[in-house]
């Protein structure tokens, strides 16, 4: 299939949005973090990745039209080589926003985070791709720019879309040719949805 869109944005930009807007438009999956989660063999893949051994990408998004958020984002520059004809879409969102919104979500708790595999997977892509110090807001928010600006002065513009979650569906479907859907583009995976679902698992840990 190949992928036709490459995510080049960090988590917490409304990338889950994202997945589910790109599975609507495109009539097949999206890849997103929740898909490792689904897929436990793929963590060896990214770990090798983050490593600088990249894995063959076509075997790994094999059904796959898109993919957004991290791992994949981290190698938007490797995936926009791989696939030359995809549209490169880099999501953006008010940095202390976005700041906050990790603070309170993906990296709350992740030094707890039990599995070692997955512990080694993310630190050596963070190290790699990112940064290890997760809860210093000077390096983070340098990180996050510096992401956005490499993406502009990379991607030719014409492959280029620049996106926040406000933008809604029309631009990723003028972008794609693609008719705009009647139907509300889904906003999800809130601060609020993030800590729900957290409560939930605790809670299941508990009982289990």
């Known amino acids: 299939m190949g992928l036709r869109v490459v995510g080049a944005g960090f988590g917490r930009t409304g990338t889950h949005s994202l997945k589910l807007a790109l599975e609507r438009l495109l009539g097949s999956p999206c890849y997103h ?116 600006e490499s993406v502009k002065a990379t991607i030719d513009p014409s492959r280029l879309l620049v996106w926040q979650a406000s933008d809604g569906w029309e631009p990723i479907c003028n972008a794609l040719s693609l008719p705009v859907p009647s139907e509300p583009f889904p906003l999800t995976n809130t601060t609020e949805d993030w800590a729900k679902r957290r409560a939930a698992a605790e809670a299941d840990t508990k009982d289990s």
């Open 33 to 148: 973090m929740v898909e490792v989660f689904k897929h436990p063999e793929h963590v060896s893949d990214w770990h090798a990745a983050a490593l600088g051994n990249l894995p063959d990408w076509n075997k790994l998004f094999d059904g796959y039209s898109a993919a957004v958020d991290w791992p994949a984002s981290a190698y938007w520059k490797e995936l926009s080589e791989h696939y030359p004809e995809a549209l490169v879409l880099l999501s953006v969102r008010d940095v202390e926003a976005w700041w906050r919104s990790t603070q309170n979500t993906i990296f709350h708790g992740l030094d707890d985070h039990g599995d070692p595999q997955w512990r080694a997977m993310l630190n050596a892509m963070f190290e790699s791709r990112f940064t290890t110090k997760l809860h210093d807001h000077d390096t983070c928010v340098s990180a996050f720019l510096g992401n956005i």
